[in-house]
């Protein structure tokens, strides 16, 4: 029987830098993994830490990772070649067939577009599968946006709002909050339109409210509720809300029981 809790070293094949901060790892892996889901990273004397699925392919899993903690800092020491553990993948992952044949509207902030990337990714490359995709992308500036390359893509394929907070003097592109651009949605068919939301807390709430507002049902909303989880397999209790277990029954939710979980 497989011990759940025993990880697996796992090669670094590409590091790709977005940020001076945000790197994403490419990490040798076989196995079923969904958009969504997380694992465990580990470095031995530093700790582990959640980290969500950015990517998938056949034989690889990435890691978009922030350098903002002792493990996440540990692990922007290791490259091309070098190793760390990982176990997972954990909890519960967007599920394509959920979205297909919709008007499906994406919006992520900042960070928040790496676990929802490979619905994105999915539907701009199988686009006879949705019947409209929308991409809202908020960051805090120019300079902190992440795959760059996949937006060249993305811009050629999908509809894109792609917006920062703050901006230069001379910037061409959209500025403000991802909110902003909510109302004016070109929504014909609100039945057949459906919602992911990733990021912050606090721009999921809004971001939420602007949606309601366009009379979309709770049910056609989902939204990623990553918090405080640790173990992964729902032993030590530490991202419990009430009887919900984040890292077992999310991090993705439907809104209709997303929107319970306030700590």
């Known amino acids: 029987m497989k011990n759940e809790y025993i ?9 790709i830098k977005h940020t001076e901060t945000e790197y994403t790892f490419r990490m040798e892996f076989k196995g079923d993994v969904k958009p969504g889901q997380f694992f465990e990273v580990s470095i031995p004397k530093y700790g582990e830490a959640p980290i ?5 392919s056949e034989n690889t899993v990435d890691f978009t990772i922030r350098k903002v903690g002792k493990v996440t800092n540990e692990i922007f020491e290791n490259y091309v070649g070098d190793s760390f553990f990982i176990r997972g993948p954990y909890g519960n992952g967007f599920d394509v067939d959920n979205y297909k044949g919709k008007n499906l509207v994406v919006i992520a902030g900042g960070t928040g577009l790496s676990p929802v990337r490979g619905v994105v990714e999915y539907f701009a490359r199988h686009k006879e599968e949705v019947d409209n995709l929308t ?10 946006v992440l795959f760059k390359e996949d937006f060249d893509f993305w811009n050629e394929t999908i509809d894109v709002i792609m917006t920062v907070d703050g901006a230069p003097e001379g910037y061409e592109g959209h500025v403000g909050m991802v909110t902003k651009y909510i109302p004016d949605l070109p929504i014909a068919d609100t039945e057949n339109t459906v919602f992911i939301c990733v990021g912050p807390p606090v721009m999921i709430k809004f971001t939420v409210m602007e949606i309601l507002k366009r009379g979309i049902e709770e049910k056609n909303i989902w939204i990623s509720h990553e918090r405080k989880m640790c173990c992964g397999l729902g032993k030590c209790g530490h991202c419990k809300i009430g009887s919900t277990y984040v890292c077992l029954d999310g991090p993705v939710f439907n809104y209709v029981d ?3 979980l306030i700590d």
């Open 7 to 15: 990880p697996q070293l796992s090669k670094i094949r590409e590091v």
């Open 52 to 56: 969500s699925v950015s990517g998938i």
């Open 135 to 144: 991409l809202i992308a908020g960051f805090k500036s120019p300079d902190d």
């Open 258 to 260: 997303g929107k319970n």
